[in-house]
């Protein structure tokens, strides 16, 4: 498969949970090309399952794991044998990080054996270098020897205390090392290591980059440990004003506990001490909240049943919100980069009831809201549309962004108070995308939050009363 709107983003994934995630992304029912990389160091159940996966916007690649904790133990007879295993396109040679030479010496035997059997995978070589010219030497010998498909490997760092190469050392070098094969060879087929994220989509399209894998998008999440801490931080704050030393002294002997666990990290038996003591000192703060709130229907009420139930999550749970958080990540940064038109909406006083935190689309529960699911359940919304929700609250939102319950009005002072955060990111999420159409269904306060705007895509708004705007906003979905 060939990919015909730009570079593909390869999903790295080396784990039946990765590729659960990725089912519940719906990746395969996403407008674009997107790929999964694996490599040879993993389970066979993993290797199965990786070839089982289906969708037909679907390409796999893998490599041998070298670079993995484990490294490449295999000879190129056994590694081919598991890339037939795993079903993929592309197959990766086994290459010597920075060492042109050797990388050379691996890739004659590993052709040398591709060519003597009939194979389903295309081999793909790996140049290496520590210069840019030593890059394209390695790129015209692999020509030389007979590849077709040429990957660059080498331009990521090793971080600190990890087998993981995730991030790339040198943006200009990696620049430098695509103009110069570039320059040389315009149109073959070329593939970034390690290389690709969706700051870097634009830069892959300019140098007509087939694809790139992407180790770091299923990092993108907060944990229950880092949502309650941030939940903690903002209940502070309202309790400025309460004068109840019990709770002072419970929150103190809470951060001492939390100092405690960051100097534990290595001491798995300490830490696990620590973690148990923590969380009952959290149950004990948290009823002592509940007793003294005032005013059970305001944002600090809110705050503290989300902060329950995110105490109480069952392992079931927090992967639920897990896979919501990278769904979410994924929606807002990589799918919306092969869609051709965007939709801006504003938020509603409905909400539904289902617990929260919660994806925006879903609990959102006006009619617009109501009318977009119902597309979704029926397979009518199109593919190629993007949502941007516009909130009192929260400002700019994606459609799967989770959010908490609340009770704000837009109003004209509201509107101002958002427009700069709002103006902010709008610009950051527009800066690499393609849209062609922008459509904005929203209310004249809502409006107002993007009147100093500078939008260079051709602008379409809804007009008229509530249902007119819905009429309109429906009308233009479907146009789609």
């Known amino acids: 498969m ?45 290797q199965d399952l990786f070839k089982e996966f289906k969708g037909n916007n679907i390409i796999k690649v893998s490599d041998s794991g070298v670079f993995s904790k484990e490294g490449c133990k295999l000879d190129y007879e056994d590694l081919f044998s598991i890339y037939e295993i795993m079903g993929i396109e592309y197959g990766i040679m086994i290459d010597v990080l920075k060492d042109k030479d050797k990388t050379i010496e691996s890739a004659k035997k590993a052709m040398e054996i591709y060519k003597d059997e009939s194979h389903s995978f295309k081999l793909v070589g790996v140049t290496q270098g520590n210069t840019s010219e030593e890059y394209l ?16 490997g080498g331009l990521l760092k090793k971080n600190v205390n990890s087998a993981r190469w995730v991030r790339v050392k040198d943006e200009n070098f990696l620049k430098e ?37 992407y180790k770091g998008w299923i990092l993108n999440y ?15 704050s309202f309790e400025m004003e309460i004068k109840n030393m019990k709770l002072k002294n419970l929150l103190r002997k809470r951060e001492e506990i939390s100092q405690g666990l960051k100097k534990s990290r290595k001491n798995r038996e300490l830490r696990q001490k620590k973690e148990k003591e ?6 004990k703060i948290l009823n002592l909240r509940k007793k003294i709130v005032t005013a059970p229907g305001n944002e600090y009420y809110s705050k503290l049943q989300t902060l329950e139930k995110i105490l109480y999550m069952d392992k079931e749970t927090k992967r639920d919100y897990r896979f919501k958080q990278i769904r979410a990540y994924l929606d807002n940064n990589v799918f919306s980069l092969f869609r051709d038109h965007l939709l801006i909406i504003s938020c509603s006083q409905r909400k539904a009831s289902i617990f929260n935190p ?20 029926e397979e009518k919304f199109p593919k190629n549309t993007h949502i941007l929700i516009i909130s009192a609250k929260y400002g700019l939102l994606g459609s799967y962004d989770l959010i908490e319950k609340y009770n704000q009005k837009m109003t004209e002072k509201r509107a101002e108070e958002l427009k700069q955060e709002i103006n902010r990111e709008l610009n950051k999420f527009l800066s690499n995308k393609g849209f062609k159409e922008i459509f904005i269904g929203m209310g004249k306060n809502y409006c107002l939050s993007l009147e100093k705007f500078k939008f260079e895509i051709p602008l379409g708004y809804a007009t008229g009363k509530i249902g007119e705007k819905l009429s309109q906003t429906k009308e233009w979905i479907n146009s789609r």
């Open 358 to 377: 919660a994806p925006a689309i879903e609990l959102y529960d006006g009619p617009v809201f109501k009318m977009i699911r119902k597309m979704k359940q």
């Open 2 to 46: 060939e990919s015909k709107n730009g570079p593909i983003p390869f999903f790295v994934v080396d784990r039946p949970m990765s590729l659960e995630l990725l089912k519940y992304c719906e990746i395969g029912n996403q407008e674009g090309v997107f790929g999964l990389m694996g490599h040879a160091n993993t389970s066979k159940r993993f």
């Open 177 to 213: 090392v695509l103009e110069k094969i570039r320059s040389n060879y315009k149109k073959d087929w070329l593939f970034l290591l390690g290389c690709y994220h969706p700051k870097r989509h634009r830069l892959f399209e300019e140098f007509n980059v087939f694809g790139g894998d």
């Open 137 to 152: 030497e390695c790129y015209k010998e692999l020509k030389s020897i007979g590849f077709n498909h040429i990957a660059i």
């Open 222 to 236: 907060k944990t229950p440990e880092m949502w309650i801490e941030e939940l903690n931080r903002e209940l502070v």
């Open 278 to 283: 923590k969380f009952e000192l959290e149950k």
